[in-house]
């Protein structure tokens, strides 16, 4: 088929700095939130930790002559706050800085762009027993440390992403508290979601005054949801809600600088206790590209009749659905494979928020459970469909008018995937965390090959292997 992607179109990989560095003391790096939480007893499967992980501090170099070999033209990769800012304040670790530099030098050398973002969830803890993000000062503070990182790297930094799924970062990580810091509360998580709004808009402007050439943009982890009976007038309600969660908090924010109406009603007194005169102003900001990390669908079943909200400790404070029977195929993560959600995805945005010009795939990409073959290799045929389907997908959405520019594979290495530990592998290329040693999987090969297919406008997309 004819090659939907433009010449300009960057193919890449994505991974994060707590999941991939290691070296979690060393170099003067400070204490982030998942060091404590994953330290903390019943926190994490078979409690492993980031102390370790895929060594990468240490074999940066190793591992980006391997997307090299790849064939990778984009990284995006993590920085880590406490690596460079031990104490999220204003006293600087000069080693943690010269790691980044080693990090971008070797990119450009091996002719990969670098697109740097700069929170992926390990937030120092000195600013965690401060309130966190919980608190309107971290706001500043990443601010502040945007505009630090923007003007030592901005010279050869373009791509910036300022917080990876703040949905995550709020909601999981004070209301449902399964990630760090494991807080539990509804006003925390409230004000944890305004105040990543407010972070983005403050340091979109910082990284702009540091950078002159900086496009800069945010990472949302997006989805559709899919519902049992759409003439259901509390499931509509229910997936409104949960779009207006999930999807529309922070591109509504962006965009026009106020939450969606559903939300700012359902929660009335609650969330407007944390917004302040001139927040409208702040949230709303020119960003250059959206980045979306898409995984899977989601599918919602009717609430129960005596489904009440539910208070402080649940994931959503409204009523609760019962969840659809997940249709086959399913990743190891128990989600489903639903390709055709991307390109749907894909085009609601350049639908319904016009002022997206731009849209990144920051991430894409299942777990499986990957098991060398005798002779060492590993061939995970679900994943290398997984991605040549879900590539197929953007095309079509590309082809329909969808101002997408890049795809970023999630992830390059596997990885500590948070509370899942090491028990779940999303990487292209199979890591023994015994050994350090790294195996690039047949899905890896795949996207090489298609990397190297549009580069040279031949046929697009593969079909399915194996």
Not at 36 to 51: A, I, L
Request: hydrophobic share 40%.
């Amino acid at each position: 088929m004819p090659n939907p992607f433009p010449r300009e179109f960057k193919w890449g990989v994505a991974t994060a700095s707590y999941q991939i560095e290691g070296s979690s003391a060393s170099d003067g790096r400070g204490t982030s939130i998942w060091d404590t939480f994953s330290h903390t007893s019943g926190k994490t499967v078979n409690g492993d930790t980031g102390d370790v992980a895929c060594d990468h501090y240490r074999r940066y170099a190793a591992d980006v002559a391997l997307m090299r070999e790849l064939a990778i033209q984009s990284y995006r990769f993590s920085i880590s706050w406490p690596r460079i800012f031990p104490n999220g304040d204003e006293k600087l670790e000069p080693r943690g800085f010269d790691f980044y530099d080693r990090l971008v030098d070797e990119l450009l050398e091996a002719g990969i762009s670098p697109m740097a973002t700069l929170y992926h969830w390990d937030l120092p803890q000195a600013l965690q027993d401060r309130g966190g993000w919980a608190n309107r000062e971290t706001a500043y503070a990443f601010a502040s440390y945007a505009e630090k990182v923007a003007a030592r790297l901005g010279d050869r930094v373009e791509q910036w992403v300022t917080l990876n799924e703040p949905w995550c970062v709020a909601w999981l990580g004070y209301m449902s508290g399964v990630h760090a810091p494991g807080i539990k509360n509804l006003d925390q998580a409230l004000a944890a979601a305004h105040h990543t709004a407010l972070a983005h808009g403050l340091a979109t402007r910082a990284i702009r005054s540091a950078s002159s050439t900086a496009n800069v943009g945010l990472a949302l982890n997006m989805t559709n949801y899919r519902v049992d009976d759409p003439g259901n007038a509390d499931l509509s309600t229910l997936a409104d809600l949960m779009d207006a969660h999930v999807n529309r908090w922070w591109l509504d924010a962006f965009t026009i600088g106020a939450y969606p109406r559903a939300l700012t009603d359902f929660y009335g007194p609650k969330l407007q206790a944390h917004i302040e005169p001139g927040d409208e102003d702040i949230l709303r900001v020119g960003t250059d590209f959206l980045g979306i990390n898409y995984y899977s669908d989601s599918f919602l079943g009717v609430p129960a009749a005596d489904a009440k909200p539910m208070q402080d400790g649940g994931l959503f404070p409204f009523p609760q659905a019962a969840s659809s029977p997940i249709p086959e195929p399913k990743t190891a993560m128990g989600w489903p494979i639903t390709a055709s959600g991307i390109r749907d995805l894909l085009l609601r945005v350049s639908r319904d928020w016009p002022s997206v010009e731009a849209i990144a795939i920051t991430e894409n990409g299942a777990a499986f459970d990957d098991v060398p073959s005798e002779d060492g290799r590993i061939l995970d045929h679900q994943r290398a469909n997984y991605l040549t389907s879900h590539i197929a997908a953007v095309g079509e959405a590309v082809e329909l008018g969808a101002p997408v520019v890049s795809y970023h594979a999630w992830s390059f290495l596997d990885n500590f995937e948070w509370a899942e530990g090491y028990s779940k592998r999303f990487g292209l290329v199979y890591v023994d965390y015994e050994s350090q040693n790294r195996t690039p999987k047949l899905s890896a090969e795949v996207y090489r090959s298609l990397i190297l297919a549009h580069a040279s406008d031949s046929e697009a997309v593969q079909q399915p292997v194996g």
